[in-house]
């Protein structure tokens, strides 16, 4: 069975600073990850994937992910955070039937 | 290309009744994902269809709730003699492939609101 754990219900940071939302997974096999996030009243938009090759993956609106095989972590991280990325983010592992994590609320504060 | 489209956004039902919920998943997609959101809690994978074809109900409880996705129109995911534990936000998402490194394509969700 595949998992994926989301630490922190909530993350909050000062606009400028440098952004780590943590995620980690459990799965057979290699693992297919995803980060996706959530705006008030709205549906999931995926901001990024590691499917293989390098472990530092870009996405949209500047965000970036590193895959640690070792650590079974995928964090989500943004060297320089804004107040319009206060949002809910979701890890989730594989796709398809894609098992998701709780989510974590980033707050940015002006 | 429209998104993936959802209706109603909000539904509004007594306990007892029926309710239907679509999705129209983006064009040239044929794979379907429904999910329900609990207030403060992720996403639960309900079923995953493809046309014509359930391809895994494992999420869905086993009474009361069917979805299907016929060869025209959109899926539907039905919740018949609605309790009030079935308030919450439903989510269908769709994609082009069935592959396990796909990225998925959402809707802005039904919330559905039992009195």
């Known amino acids: 069975a595949q998992s994926v754990a989301q630490p922190e219900d909530q993350v909050n940071v000062a606009e400028g600073n440098p952004l780590t939302v943590k995620c980690t997974y459990s799965?057979?096999?290699?693992?297919?990850l995803f980060w996706y996030v959530q705006y008030p009243n709205r549906g999931l938009q995926f901001l990024l994937k590691y499917i293989t090759g390098d472990n530092l993956v870009k996405g949209s609106y500047g965000f970036e992910a590193e895959f640690n095989k070792s650590q079974t972590s995928f964090h989500l991280k943004k060297p320089s955070a804004l107040v319009s990325d206060s949002a809910l983010y979701f890890c989730a592992v594989n796709a398809g039937k894609s098992t998701f994590g709780d989510g974590t609320t980033l707050t940015v504060k002006p | 290309n429209a998104g993936v489209m959802q209706n109603p956004r909000h539904l509004v039902r007594r306990r007892g009744q029926e309710a239907r919920l679509r999705c129209s998943p983006m064009?040239?997609?044929?794979?379907v994902y429904w999910y329900r959101q609990l207030p403060e809690e992720g996403l639960k994978f309900m079923v995953y269809l493809q046309k014509e074809n359930i391809i895994d109900e494992s999420g869905m409880p086993k009474e009361r709730f069917s979805a299907e996705f016929p060869k025209e129109g959109p899926s539907i995911l039905r919740i018949q003699q609605v309790v009030r534990g079935d308030s919450a936000a439903y989510f269908c998402?769709?994609?082009?492939?069935?592959?396990?490194?796909?990225?998925?394509?959402f809707g802005s969700g039904t919330q559905l609101s039992v009195l």
């Open positions: 998402a769709s994609s082009h492939d069935a592959a396990t490194n796909e990225k998925l394509f």
């Open positions: 064009k040239g997609h044929s794979h």
């Open positions: 799965v057979s096999g290699n693992p297919y």
